[in-house]
């Protein structure tokens, strides 16, 4: 058995005195395991870290077997990732929600994301908006999808500004004035009217931050991690105290 693909290093693990198992997400052939022999020797270590793209050939006698990884550097991003608390915080989250996705499952336009989400983590707050918009991504992956887009009251699809914590419907602000207090906060950039312009601003405050968290962190533990005896991993606490720290003390992270 053999395939070539491309993939990004979600992590690694040393196996015998110079081996490594390194774990990618790849394009066509989803979360993959394989060893790659000297993996934990000096000149490959900086090449096999969580959030490199690498072109990897996997090679076994069986499908079902972990088989070998030879892999080559296509992006190397890990250093200027580590060099900000935000970032190592991030990678490693999203390496834990990739995770979450069955192994050897091809996700291709999650695997799209991924790529996106690690090549703009140097400004905080938009890597924030887009690690927020990965994990409704996830939720939609793995079957529950929330409708940002319409009002699960009304059916109207403006001024949506509330998201409800049963359904994972929109809420616009008229049908959700009597119940706010009970309903979630939709924040400005992942309302539909805002997508066009969501990449170019960095204007949203980091209460809109914490409430993209809120929102998804709530979907995330009820249907996905609860279920598998699963809670929240210290990183995406920590990346969330990292990109909503004041404006002054992000600009030197």
């Not at 490594?20 to 000297?38: C, D, K, N, S």
């Not at 140097?122 to 409704?136: G, P, V």
């Given at each position: 058995m053999e395939w070539i693909d491309e993939g990004i290093v979600l992590g690694v693990r040393?196996?015998?005195?110079?081996?490594?198992?390194?774990?990618?997400?790849?394009?066509?052939?989803?979360?993959?395991?394989?060893?790659?022999?000297?993996?934990?020797?000096?000149?490959?270590?900086p090449l096999l870290q969580p959030g490199n793209s690498v072109s990897a050939v996997w090679r076994a006698r069986l499908d079902e077997h972990l088989g070998y990884y030879l892999v080559e550097g296509t992006r190397l991003r890990a250093a200027n990732l580590f060099a900000s608390s935000h970032a190592v915080y991030g990678v490693t989250h999203l390496a834990s929600l990739a995770r979450l996705l069955p192994e050897r499952?091809?996700?291709?336009?999650i695997y799209e994301m991924l790529d996106h989400v690690l090549d703009d983590f140097?400004?905080?707050?938009?890597?924030?908006?887009?690690?927020?918009?990965?994990?409704?991504a996830m939720l939609t992956e793995l079957g529950f999808g929330l409708d940002l887009d319409t009002c699960a009251a009304t059916g109207s699809t403006t001024d949506l500004v509330y998201v409800s914590p049963k359904s994972g419907g929109a809420v616009s602000r008229s049908a959700g004035a009597p119940y706010q207090d009970r309903l979630l906060r939709l924040p400005a950039f992942l309302r539909q009217s805002e997508e066009g312009a969501q990449e170019k601003e960095i204007g949203w405050t980091e209460q809109d931050l914490r409430d993209g968290f809120a929102l998804t962190g709530l979907?995330?533990?009820?249907?996905?991690?609860?279920?598998?005896?699963?809670?929240?991993?210290?990183?995406?606490?920590?990346?969330?105290?990292?990109?909503?720290r004041p404006r002054s003390k992000l600009a030197v992270s």
């Open positions: 040393r196996h015998g005195e110079s081996s490594a198992i390194v774990e990618l997400l790849t394009r066509g052939h989803g979360r993959h395991l394989g060893l790659v022999r000297g993996g934990a020797g000096k000149r490959m270590r499952d091809p996700h291709e336009d140097e400004n905080a707050r938009a890597a924030a908006a887009h690690l927020i918009r990965f994990e409704l979907f995330l533990l009820r249907h996905v991690l609860e279920p598998r005896g699963q809670g929240h991993s210290d990183a995406r606490d920590g990346f969330i105290n990292a990109v909503t």
